[in-house]
């Protein structure tokens, strides 16, 4: 690890993308799988950034569609580091898609994901904490708490 403290926001991801026909069902919205698979993606680059270190998906939490996001749409995912722990990073990503013609945006989908860093042999290593700027960083982190906790108490 090059420092021992990042701030949520120093990892913060925004990515866009343009749902195109391929990404459409027969109803002219996107598979719900297409937005799963961005997800993870920008949750990875902010969980690698937080880590400087290659990462894996462990988990996701939730997935919860919100609304529909048509065909042409563009897509706004932002992915934030909400807590760490040895080696594991909970991401959340919130996904809003924008009518383009009006600009128009809705809160599509949020999902939180668990990512634990990985060394050269693949092996976790350990992560920067995470330094709390704002209420909103230290709220999120909060309720990260207590969904880890629910998690590994599922965990046989």
């Known amino acids: 690890m090059d420092d021992d403290r990042r701030t949520p926001r120093s990892s913060a991801i925004e990515m866009n993308e343009l749902v195109l026909p391929q990404h459409t069902n027969n109803h002219g919205t996107v598979f719900g799988g297409v937005v799963m698979s961005w997800i993870d993606i920008c949750a990875s680059m902010a969980a690698q950034r937080h880590s400087r270190s290659a990462v894996v998906t462990a988990s996701m939490d939730r997935l919860d569609f919100l609304a529909p996001i048509q065909i042409g749409y563009l897509v706004n995912l932002e992915a934030m580091v909400n807590y760490v722990g040895r080696s594991s990073m909970e991401i959340g990503v919130r996904v809003e898609a924008e009518e383009p013609r009006s600009g128009e ?9 668990t990512f634990v860093a990985l060394d050269d042999d693949g092996k976790p ?32």
């Not at 350990?126 to 909060?142: H, I, M």
Request: aromatic share 4%; hydrophobic share 30%; net charge positive.
């Open 125 to 156: 290593r350990g992560v920067p904490t995470l330094e709390l700027e704002t209420d909103g960083d230290r709220r999120r982190f909060e309720e990260a708490q207590i969904r880890r906790e629910k998690r590994m108490r599922r965990t046989p």
């Open 105 to 113: 945006r809705v809160h599509a989908a949020s999902a939180y994901l």
